[in-house]
């Protein structure tokens, strides 16, 4: 979609009602709502983090939306397919702060040229114990992405017709931090295989944009 006439269409998604669980349990494991369901008391002391859906023009002036692999290390995300951002600082000034500074860390985006839209439903991740915000921003007039080296691998810019074509989602044979080898809902986008977490919030924004484009 020309991202001219996808600015003016997703200007209107802070008027719509946010779609939460509903939307996020239907690319999650059933093991995974399993395990949500038994750390109720945890999630009250989660720690805290902010992410951006980040739309942006290409060359073309088509619609993109920025996610990006996250190098091998030692913990739960290792090696996934996330959005930009990460847990909040002392001096971040509220989780809408966290995610423009994280994006900025991240893929070099400065936080004065992202517009934003809105937010998504928090949402809880076990492994980590993190509450994470979802935000959706546009980057109108993008510069070269700058990524953090020490975090990010690569980027994983995924057009916008591939993100809302049905046919992307399927069931994956995965091993997670739940269990080995068990049947997950996921994104296929540009090779990747986008899963967990992310896909569930991606869910979300997938469903109120369908009632925008």
Not at 99 to 127: C, D, W
Not at 148 to 174: G, N, P, R
Not at 180 to 190: E, Q, R, S, T
């Amino acid at each position: 979609m020309n991202f001219d006439d996808f600015t003016k269409r997703i200007s209107k998604i802070e008027n719509l009602p946010l779609l939460g669980e509903e939307s996020h349990n239907k690319m999650a494991p059933s093991i995974r709502l399993d395990e949500l369901s038994r750390m109720k008391n945890e999630r009250k002391t989660a720690k805290k983090a902010g992410v951006m859906a980040l739309f942006y023009p290409t060359e073309q002036n088509n619609t993109n939306l920025l996610l990006m692999l996250r190098k091998t290390y030692k913990g739960v995300h290792s090696n996934q397919i996330g959005f930009p951002g990460g847990k909040v600082e002392k001096e971040d000034k509220n989780l809408l702060d966290t995610a423009l500074r994280e994006t900025f860390e991240e893929v070099g985006v400065p936080q004065n040229r992202v517009e934003v839209m809105g937010k998504l439903s928090s949402i809880y991740i076990p492994p980590s114990n993190f509450e994470v915000q979802p935000y959706v921003g546009l980057y109108p007039n993008p510069a070269p992405f700058i990524i953090q080296e020490s975090e990010v691998a690569h980027l994983v810019e995924v057009s916008l017709l591939d993100f809302m074509d049905d046919s992307k989602i399927s069931t994956q044979k995965l091993s997670t931090s739940y269990a080995d080898n068990i049947d997950v809902p996921a994104f296929k986008l540009n090779g990747y295989v986008v899963w967990g977490a992310t896909a569930m919030i991606m869910s979300e924004l997938k469903e109120l944009l369908k009632q925008l484009l």
